[in-house]
Nanobody, 115 residues
Framework: QVQLVESGGGLVQAGGSLRLSCAAS????????WAWYRQAPGKQREFVAY???????NYADSVKGQFTISRDNTKNTWYLQMNSLKSDDTAAYYC?????????WGQGTQVTVSS
């Protein structure tokens, strides 16, 4: 089992920045991919970014050049640095840890961008 706890969401003005964190505990050794998703009101949850065990990263086209995913192995934590935030980035953000057998979700953290 893997437990995930997110933090770092909040209210920010358009053009501002936020950094989300996701701390993992439990069977951390089993995680292959660390990812972020988001869900805006009335929309389906969508992929934002991932980073693999070997450091490969991938981003949704909508956030390329704007968001950066990173990982601190010493803290069992991964991050999503979000810059130049826009109202379209308003959503609940969820971290996700993927293993061979299954994936795990965090509880979500709200990001609200005011224009």
């Amino acid at each position: 089992q893997v437990q995930l706890v997110e933090s770092g969401g909040g209210l920010v003005q358009a053009g501002g920045s936020l950094r989300l964190s996701c701390a993992a505990s439990g069977s951390i050794f089993s995680i292959n991919t660390w990812a972020w998703y988001r869900q805006a009101p009335g929309k389906q949850r969508e992929f934002v970014a991932y980073i693999t065990r070997v450091g490969t990263t991938n981003y949704a086209d909508s956030v390329k050049g704007q968001f950066t995913i990173s990982r601190d192995n010493t803290k069992n934590t991964w991050y999503l640095q979000m810059n130049s935030l826009k109202s379209d980035d308003t959503a609940a953000y969820y971290c996700r840890a993927e293993t061979i057998i299954r994936h795990y979700w965090g509880q979500g953290t709200q990001v609200t961008v005011s224009s």
